[in-house]
């Protein structure tokens, strides 16, 4: 039985759906069984269970031998995993693919990328077999702008000048379901995953302008203003100075990186941020003017 953490969010959704296309059964670990169940149309199990809830954590890894860990962000992210990865280790779980970041290291000046990195190290101590996936940003990070991008034609980043080789969560979660199912080529690897090329944000508001027929403009934010923003929607401050530390980074060309590793996994290329863009155009177009009188 593969275990699959994270279900209800962004990747976790795809990797379920991907892997039901396959043909295989699995068991998806929810926080709140009504929120999972639209999950059932993939044939999944569902099994209530909590990273912070060790005895969750045991029924939910009960008769299971493959597992994701995929944790949230969040400042005990590191705790949330070691209860995890104890409560593998009392199941007998084999093998663990474990969702990371780029950039993760218990060195890490930024600490989403020590929390990752703390995370990897208790997985690598802890003896049981795994996979680790390091993608770069999400390409599917860009809807939290869809409104902005469709109606006002902007969006708004503390980026700076960065360019960063965004990737698209239908490739992430695909090198996820083949890391999961090929363990015998994939445990003990670690690989980081990015896009096909790297884009500065003005590339990207080019790709958007291009493809959606209407001009997109990028706004680079200050910091300040970022955190505003964010404190304004009601988003925690821990939060917001997470990504700030993460813009700051990628301010000094951090992101950039372009890698060779989903081709290896997958054996063809990932999808470009102009195709990204093709396949959720509706997302991101006004919505239709009234009629003419
Ligand atoms: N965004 C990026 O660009 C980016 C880039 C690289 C790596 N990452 C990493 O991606 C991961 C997040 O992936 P995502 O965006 O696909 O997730 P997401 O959409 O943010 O969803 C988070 C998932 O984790 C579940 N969850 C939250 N707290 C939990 C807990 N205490 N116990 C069990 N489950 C819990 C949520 O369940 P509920 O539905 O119950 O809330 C949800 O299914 C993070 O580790 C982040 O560092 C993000």
Redesign the pocket.
């Known amino acids: 039985m593969i275990l699959i ?8 959704q795809e990797i379920v759906k991907q892997l039901a296309e396959q043909g295989v059964t699995v068991r998806a ?4 069984l009504a ?1 999972g169940e639209p999950l059932k149309a993939f044939n999944v199990e569902l099994v209530e ?4 809830n060790p005895a969750s954590l045991d029924a939910a890894l009960k008769g299971v031998d493959k597992a994701l860990m ?5 400042p005990n ?1 590191v705790e ?1 995993q070691r209860n995890f990865i104890e409560a593998a280790k009392r199941a007998g779980t084999a093998y663990i693919v474990k ?4 950039g993760a290291d218990p060195n890490s000046p930024m600490r ?1 990328g020590r929390w ?1 990195g703390d995370a990897e190290q208790l997985l690598a101590d802890s003896g049981i077999a795994y996979c680790t996936l390091r ?4 390409m599917q ?1 860009f809807f939290a702008f869809a409104p902005l991008i469709a109606n006002q034609g902007l969006f708004a980043q503390p980026g700076g000048q960065s360019s960063i080789s965004h990737i698209d ?1 239908r490739d992430i979660s695909e090198a996820i379901v083949q890391t999961l199912l090929n363990e015998t080529v994939h445990a003990g690897k670690a690989y980081t995953l990015t896009g096909p090329e790297s884009l500065s944000f003005d590339q990207v508001a080019a790709n958007f302008s291009q493809v959606l027929g209407h001009t997109v403009q990028y706004i680079d934010q200050a910091p300040e203003e970022f955190k505003a923003n964010m404190l304004a929607w009601g988003q925690p401050e821990w939060l917001a100075d997470t990504f700030n530390e993460m813009f700051a980074l990628y301010r000094t060309g951090w992101g950039a990186e372009v890698t060779e590793d989903f081709t290896t996994i997958t054996g063809h290329a990932p999808r470009s941020f102009e195709q990204f863009i093709q396949d959720n155009r509706q997302a991101f177009m006004p919505e239709a003017a009234p009629a003419a009188v």
Request: net charge positive; charged share 10%; hydrophobic share 40%.
């Open positions: 953490t994270g279900a209800t969010g962004t990747n976790g670990m929810v926080r709140n929120k269970g909590d990273f912070s995929l944790p949230p962000i969040a992210a949330l969702f990371s970041a780029i989403l990752h993608p770069n940003g999400f990070n969560v």
